[in-house]
């Protein structure tokens, strides 16, 4: 991000002090700040945070009658989903039925971050999601629905309105007390007990781009 093009920006610098076309590298005058670690560190949800933001997504507001949620109640499904297959939002928002193999326990997607160049991405699901969709299919599935959106209201919003999807789920992260938590967070967390749990960094490296992860 910013730290890779400060980077290349001070090498081009330094490339134009040696042929003399500059007597001096200006990135080292702080013209742009010295971004600490601190600054540019990648927060990721622990297993404790994501249980605290999903006991939030299900509070209801008090004093009502109709016993209404506190958040829109498409929250829960797509912050499970998040959680267990490290989607990006945009592509939880865009997960249909028919990307699920219930058969082979599978997620199909094909991200639209990169989806000019990127092959189809196949995400095994653990028994707790496999478990959660069916239950959730129950309750949601419409054969009449085209194409079927696993969260219709969820991916009508986040076309239109992002970065109204964004604050949302930043306002529900602060009543949770993580303020520098977004939804990717919960990509971070994915890839974190991915390697936690042994399985090789190179299994989740992108097809398309050896030289970073699938889930970053």
């Given at each position: 991000?910013?730290?890779?093009?400060?980077?290349a920006t001070s090498a081009f610098f330094n490339f134009c002090v040696g042929t003399d076309?500059?007597?001096?590298?200006?990135?080292?005058?702080?013209?742009?700040?010295?971004?600490?670690?601190?600054?540019?560190?990648?927060?990721?949800?622990?297993?404790?945070?994501?249980?605290?933001?999903?006991?939030?997504?299900?509070?209801?507001?008090?004093?009502?009658?109709?016993?209404?949620?506190?958040?829109?109640?498409?929250?829960?499904?797509?912050?499970?989903?998040?959680?267990?297959?490290?989607?990006?939002?945009?592509?939880?928002?865009?997960?249909?039925?028919?990307?699920?193999?219930?058969?082979?326990?599978?997620?199909?997607?094909?991200?639209?971050?990169?989806?000019?160049?990127?092959?189809?991405?196949?995400?095994?699901?653990?028994?707790?999601?496999?478990?959660?969709?069916?239950?959730?299919?129950?309750?949601?599935?419409?054969?009449?629905?085209?194409?079927?959106?696993?969260?219709?209201?969820?991916?009508?919003?986040?076309?239109?309105?992002?970065?109204?999807?964004?604050?949302?789920?930043?306002?529900?992260c602060d009543t949770c007390n993580l303020p520098n938590h977004s939804f990717h967070s919960l990509r971070h967390g994915?890839?974190?007990?991915?390697?936690?749990?042994?399985?090789?960094?190179?299994?989740?490296?992108?097809?398309?781009?050896?030289?970073?992860?699938?889930?970053?």
């Amino acid at each position: 991000g910013i730290r890779q093009l400060q980077n290349a920006t001070s090498a081009f610098f330094n490339f134009c002090v040696g042929t003399d076309i500059l007597t001096r590298n200006p990135i080292n005058i702080q013209i742009l700040p010295n971004l600490t670690r601190e600054k540019i560190r990648r927060y990721h949800f622990t297993n404790e945070q994501y249980q605290r933001i999903l006991r939030e997504c299900d509070a209801l507001v008090p004093g009502t009658r109709t016993n209404r949620r506190r958040h829109n109640h498409y929250w829960k499904p797509a912050i499970t989903i998040g959680w267990h297959t490290g989607l990006r939002i945009s592509d939880v928002g865009n997960l249909i039925w028919s990307c699920i193999n219930w058969d082979e326990g599978t997620i199909t997607v094909r991200p639209i971050k990169k989806r000019r160049y990127a092959e189809e991405l196949i995400i095994p699901m653990d028994p707790d999601l496999d478990d959660y969709l069916l239950q959730y299919r129950k309750l949601n599935y419409n054969p009449r629905d085209i194409p079927g959106y696993l969260l219709p209201l969820f991916h009508g919003k986040y076309v239109h309105a992002p970065t109204a999807v964004d604050l949302e789920f930043r306002a529900i992260c602060d009543t949770c007390n993580l303020p520098n938590h977004s939804f990717h967070s919960l990509r971070h967390g994915f890839v974190t007990r991915l390697i936690n749990s042994g399985v090789d960094p190179i299994t989740i490296m992108d097809p398309a781009d050896p030289t970073r992860s699938l889930l970053m």
